[in-house]
């Protein structure tokens, strides 16, 4: 499993994709970086519930609790201020974002769609195949954490005491992918049909992830705004927080 997951980043090159490359070499416009970020944000929102959804479908209570501890991390370790929900509206506030103007933008099909993909595997595909979806996924999120809070440091846009979430994904999401790979691994490295499944969740999850940075990069000139506030689908539910002005942990 390992030796694949490296050949599958060599022969991706993760990093060098189009919306990296443009916040490294200073081509990407500050207005339409932010508003990609504004539409990463349901991404951000949604990435627990699919994770929760697979917790349930695992036999194991070990496999389980790898699970839900991370799902624990997504919601800040029951410090909701600290949530990765709340780290990022922080970010974009910071970016000079309002909730106000968040709430008037509609959600792109691009990021509808990936978080739809997502769900779906969790709730009805192989299981194997899900755990190394999500794992890649973590795993990749990672190193472009690390490349976009470099990237927005480096453009003025934020000083490094003021960025928040990504450097904290930049360390976290490597124990997260190691939690995932450690459900799969031991039954990959015996079974032939799990080490295929594994295979495939390792290409889909690779494939969606680094699709949406394309798609977002693609759609950046984009702005779509809407009558109506509130969940953006009755399915999602979520919205904005009515809360005071984010001041937990960053």
């Known amino acids: 499993m390992r030796d694949y997951l490296q050949r599958l980043k060599a022969r991706l090159a993760p990093f060098e994709s189009p919306y990296l490359r443009a916040l490294g070499d200073g081509s990407f416009e500050r207005e339409d970086f932010v508003e990609t970020q504004i539409q990463f944000l349901h991404a951000v929102v949604y990435f627990s519930r699919p994770m929760a959804v697979l917790a349930a479908r695992l036999p194991r209570a070990e496999q389980r609790l790898i699970l839900l501890e991370n799902v624990r991390d997504e919601h800040g370790g029951g410090e909701l201020s600290g949530s990765h929900e709340h780290t990022f509206l922080t970010l974009l506030e910071r970016l000079g974002v309002s909730r106000a103007e968040l709430d008037r933008r509609a959600q792109w099909p ?141």
Not at 120 to 142: K, Q, R, W, Y
Not at 154 to 175: F, I, M, N, Q, S
Not at 218 to 244: C, M, N, Q, T, Y
């Open 110 to 250: 691009e990021v509808r769609a990936f978080n739809s993909t997502l769900l779906g595997v969790c709730a009805h595909d192989d299981v194997p195949t899900a755990l190394a979806m999500l794992g890649v996924i973590e795993d990749l999120f990672s190193g472009i954490s690390a490349r976009i809070g470099r990237g927005i440091v480096e453009r003025g846009w934020l000083r490094a005491e003021e960025l928040t979430h990504y450097p904290t994904h930049e360390v976290l999401d490597l124990d997260h992918a190691e939690g995932f790979y450690r459900c799969v691994e031991p039954r990959a490295s015996a079974e032939p049909r799990v080490a295929y499944q594994v295979e495939q969740g390792l290409e889909l999850g690779a494939y969606i992830f680094l699709r949406l940075y394309e798609d977002l990069f693609r759609a950046r000139k984009r702005r779509v705004f809407r009558a109506i506030s509130g969940p953006h689908s009755l399915a999602d539910g979520w919205e904005l927080p009515s809360l005071a002005p984010l001041s937990g942990r960053a």
